[in-house]
């Protein structure tokens, strides 16, 4: 089970393990209501890697980026729930709209993004351009989405 730590217990753990040369791999979402689509993406990502940092959004991130609706479920649980999964060895939550300070905290070898996105599309291009960053791309599973997920539980009756 990974542990919930905050950014600045992370940025005291990044040292040891660059002196130990662990790889260190990096994702990060809403994650608001889990599904099979971010299990594959955790699956995959902690492949790549020794450790996997799963970066949240807070509640406050989460209703700038997705609307007043959202979350449905708080922070604290979200995290609870990602860091009670298998591959996951460490999970944050961070206020801001993007993971570019989470990023520079914690340098890490890889950044993982679901298959919607693109080099071009991550707000985050230019910081993990600077950091020399690999970003690997996991294809989405077809179908499943929270907001598809919310679409199907609206219409029902």
Known sequence: MGLIISKEE???????????????VLTNGCFDLLHAGHLRTFYEAKKMGDLLIVGINSDYSVRRLKGEQRPLIPQADRAQLVAALKP??????FDEPTV????ETIHPDYYVKGGDYTLDSLPEKETIT???????????????STTEII???KGLK
Do not use: N, S
């Not at 992370?10 to 260190?24: A, H, I, M, S, T």
């Not at 996951?88 to 939550?93: A, C, G, R």
């Not at 570019?100 to 990023?103: A, G, K, W």
């Open 10 to 24: 992370l940025k005291g753990l990044v040292k040891e393990w660059q002196r130990k040369k662990v790889k260190v």
């Open 151 to 153: 679409r199907r539980i």
């Open 130 to 144: 600077r950091l020399g960053v690999r970003v690997c791309f996991i294809p989405v599973v077809a179908g499943i």
């Open 100 to 103: 570019d300070t989470l990023l």
């Open 88 to 93: 996951v060895d460490y999970v944050t939550v």
